[in-house]
């Protein structure tokens, strides 16, 4: 089955900079990679998603890239404010019924 | 106009009692998911259900009994609690079953067994 690797497990920015969360898939048929914010004591939150005939998408401040050679997706946020503070999940999918596979999340935290 | 809607929030009980958590859905999906957040935050599905099927069970201890009555509910019913039931468990809703779609969360439910 699908096994889906984040790093880093923490990241630590200052306000204004960007921030670069990697993951990694094994199952080269997934086809959907979407990124879900969660705030402290929230629900997970869809931020943006990219599908695999798509190598880029952007949203403002936050953008995803997909190397399906290398099968790794990426997630970018720039000028990083404080609200952006939260764990990050990458997750990854195949069509038909297989569940969304989640990695292990990353705690990002924007220093004012 | 909550989409995805979870009750209890919070649930606190002791080890051996048996409790439910209801989870109910306004946005017209067929697909329905429950997951499970340690406190390490990891993320794990455990049931999917679509228009009141089971579809996915993944390696959950059979005292966890999920249940559709119809499509815009899922519940979930945990016999016998244990010390590690203790999480935050979040239903889900997608507009299919496809690996492709959306999922919305649920607020979540907070369940510490002591």
């Known amino acids: 089955g699908e096994n889906v690797e984040q790093h880093p497990s923490t990241l630590s920015v200052q306000e204004g900079d960007s921030a670069v969360i990697k993951c990694t898939y094994s199952?080269?048929?997934?086809?959907?990679f979407p990124w879900y914010k969660q705030e402290l004591g929230k629900r997970p939150q869809l931020i943006i998603d990219?599908?695999?005939?798509?190598g880029e998408k952007k949203d403002q401040r936050i953008a995803v890239t997909l190397n399906k050679t290398a099968k790794h997706f990426s997630l970018h946020i720039t000028e990083t404010q404080p609200e952006d503070s939260a764990v990050y999940f990458c997750?990854?999918?195949?069509?038909?019924?297989?569940?969304?596979?989640f990695g292990k999340g990353t705690r990002l935290s924007v220093i004012a | 106009d909550t989409a995805v809607s979870q009750t209890p929030k919070y649930l606190v009980t002791q080890m051996g009692n048996d409790k439910s958590i209801k989870c109910e859905q306004n946005?017209?999906?067929?697909?329905m998911y429950w997951y499970k957040q340690d406190s390490k935050k990891f993320l794990k599905i455990m049931f999917s259900?679509?228009?009141?099927?089971?579809?996915i069970n993944e390696t959950v201890p059979n005292r966890f009994s999920p249940k559709s009555p119809d499509k815009a509910h899922l519940n979930l019913h945990i016999n016998s609690l244990e010390l590690g039931d203790s999480a935050v468990y979040f239903c889900?809703?997608?507009?299919?079953?496809?690996?492709?779609?959306?999922?919305?969360f649920g607020p979540g439910t907070r369940l510490l067994v002591l």
């Open positions: 889900a809703s997608s507009h299919g079953a496809g690996g492709g779609e959306t999922q919305y």
């Open positions: 199952d080269s048929a997934s086809n959907y």
């Open positions: 990219i599908r695999s005939n798509v």
């Open positions: 997750a990854a999918s195949t069509r038909g019924n297989t569940p969304l596979v």
């Open positions: 946005l017209g999906h067929d697909t």
């Open positions: 259900y679509n228009n009141k099927e089971l579809i």
